[in-house]
T-cell receptor
């Protein structure tokens, strides 16, 4: 079974802090994604990556950046956390460009105070 | 623009049948996914339709009409454990031959005895 692991289930950070959310997948998937999930809005794509050191902006990239130095790891960075970034963050991976069935991590509930 | 609509909430009785509808308007279409998400857990894959018609998998079936921009998820012989959110997602082409998933806001289904 594919396993997508997010480093934290719950995080509380202060406004202005730099925040790192880590995601690791163990199935040699090429594609990795970061979403945030908010009530009434569903999952919205922040950034994605189709290869090591490659990144593409999703629909809501403002205030975020990402890093993919190794194939199995995709990090989401909040350069200066703000209260409107309080949300559930979900990482996902999929095999390659032909197969976009996404496998999700358990999610990180981030609260910015 | 990109728009995926599904009802916010539904309720149903244990043992009954429920149909969750999804309509979409996207700039491109390469398939439609349904995911199940229990509260506090990761979304998990249920079904994938790329051609018109019905796909059956045990108690769950999914239907697609590309000309109408419409899909539904049919759940039969409902069980209490089916209480969850159901997410409709369209696979939409982007540059470079890649695809991304665009999610609806999800339908929260409550099954009662």
């Amino acid at each position: 079974d594919v396993k997508v692991t997010q480093s934290s289930r719950y995080l509380v950070k202060r406004t202005g802090e730099k925040v790192f959310l880590e995601c690791v997948q163990d199935m040699d998937h090429e594609n990795m994604f970061w979403y945030r999930q908010d009530p009434g809005l569903g999952l919205r794509l922040i950034y994605f990556s189709y290869d090591v050191k490659m990144k593409e902006k999703g629909d809501i990239p403002e205030g975020y950046s990402v890093s993919r130095e190794k194939k199995e790891r995709f990090s989401l960075i909040l350069e200066s956390a703000s209260t409107n970034q309080t949300s559930m963050y979900l990482c996902a991976s999929s095999l390659d460009r032909e197969n976009t069935e996404a496998f999700f991590g358990q999610g990180t509930r981030l609260t910015v105070v | 623009g990109q728009n995926i609509d599904q009802p916010t909430e539904m309720t149903a009785t244990e043992g009954a049948i429920v149909q969750i509808n999804c309509t979409y308007q996207t700039s491109g279409f390469n398939g439609l996914f349904w995911y199940q998400q229990h509260a506090g857990e990761a979304p998990t894959f249920l079904s994938y339709n790329v051609l018109d018609g019905l796909e059956e998998k045990g108690r769950f079936s999914s239907f697609l009409s590309r000309s109408k921009g419409y899909s539904y998820l049919l759940l039969k012989e409902l069980q209490m454990k089916d209480s969850a959110s159901y997410l409709c997602a369209v696979r939409s082409p982007i540059s470079g031959g890649y695809n991304k998933l665009i999610f609806g806001a999800g339908t929260r289904l409550a099954v009662h005895p």
